[in-house]
């Protein structure tokens, strides 16, 4: 053998691509299996399980812990849903708390994903005034609530609070005023806590949070006039838009 032949030999055999081991996904950890079945959607997962015995298997020892993983990466889907629809009585454990399984997860994926099919047909029937209407009075107690400390910029403030905390900020705004008392204004300190807030988000216009698309729409549906239908406890009388007769 020559030196070439013989380097070439040496450069093959250290190069040579060794085919990859037997791995088998019901032999990984349950960290792992959890976290990739989590982000399957339901079908596929039951087309997974299907494909060996021994898989089947292992998701039946892990259904519970699955059960768990798939609805905490869910959680902001599928929780309002849950609270209207929570598990029978037997699937609740000695705290009160649900234990969810995969038959009833199953089912609540199909509600939550049939309440958006019908909420986006009933879009199409129903006119956008009750929303628009529901919006202009949260603004109205909103600034209701900032008078007479915010006045001249509560435009901006309230821009902020839609745009910043999606609507969990306002919430939070109406449990402070709830809680004023005994010398203490917790609704003006929490309104100063987000001085922050509001100052990150330079001059946000109102108008383009909502209300302009909402006119946009208003007028496509031919919603102009209309009537309000909507009563206020704020002294203002009914909630009225600038489409309102």
């Given amino acids: 053998m020559t030196p070439f032949t013989r380097v070439r030999s040496i450069k093959a055999k250290f190069t ?13 950890p349950a960290p792992i299996l959890l976290h990739i079945i989590s982000h399957l959607d339901l079908p596929d997962f039951q087309a997974l399980r299907l494909t060996t015995r021994a898989l089947n298997t292992r998701i039946k020892t892990l259904e519970p812990a699955i ?29 009160d708390r649900p234990e969810y399984s995969l038959a009833y997860l199953a ?23 009750g929303t628009h209407h529901v919006m202009t009075l949260l603004c109205d107690a909103v600034r209701a609530l900032m008078a007479p400390c915010i006045t001249y ?16 900020k306002v919430v939070e705004l109406f449990a402070a005023a709830a809680r ?23 001059e946000v216009k109102l108008e383009r949070v909502w209300f302009c698309a909402a006119r946009r729409e208003i007028c496509r549906r031919g919603a102009i006039p209309h009537f309000s239908g ?7 009388g009914d909630v009225r838009c600038e489409f309102c007769e």
Wanted: charged share 20%; hydrophobic share 35%; proline share 7%.
């Fill in 153 to 168: 910029s509560s435009e901006t403030w309230l821009a902020a609070l839609l745009t910043q905390s999606t609507l969990e």
């Fill in 107 to 129: 089912d609540l994926t199909t509600c939550w994903r049939t309440c958006l099919r019908l909420s986006f047909y009933l879009a199409e029937h129903v006119v956008l005034r």
């Fill in 230 to 236: 909507l009563s206020s406890t704020l002294g203002t």
């Fill in 67 to 95: 059960a768990h993983t798939y609805y905490v990466v869910r959680r902001s889907e599928l929780s309002f849903i849950a609270e209207l629809f929570p598990p029978p009585p037997p699937l609740y454990g000695a705290d």
């Fill in 16 to 28: 040579k691509r060794r085919p990859p081991p037997n791995l088998k996904i019901w032999t990984l």
């Fill in 180 to 202: 004023d008392g005994n010398g203490r204004d917790q609704r003006m300190e929490f309104l100063w806590s987000l001085r922050e807030v509001v100052g990150c988000c330079g």
